[in-house]
């Protein structure tokens, strides 16, 4: 049926993979954000990040690695 609608199904699989590594990558982080030790505002603003700007907002979550308490 798309066929005989002329439209291309590579042009309906990009968007669905483009929005799955969106949604894996997103999660990851968010998950990441919540297990490291990062509070208050600092986390709200990568909450923000990580959801607002898609894919670049998650992998500068994963790139940076805000640093982990370093106690003895």
């Keep these: 049926m798309i066929d005989t609608l002329g439209i291309n199904w ?3 699989v990009i968007p669905i993979f483009i929005f799955g590594l969106y949604l894996i990558l997103s999660l990851n982080a968010l998950f990441a954000l919540r ?3 990062i509070t208050g505002v600092s986390q709200v603003l990568w909450a923000l990040l990580i ?8 992998l500068a979550f994963f790139i940076v690695k805000p640093a982990k308490n370093n106690k003895p």
């Design 35 to 37: 297990r490291s030790l």
């Design 51 to 58: 959801v607002v700007v898609p894919v670049l907002g998650a």
């Design 10 to 12: 590579v042009y309906l």
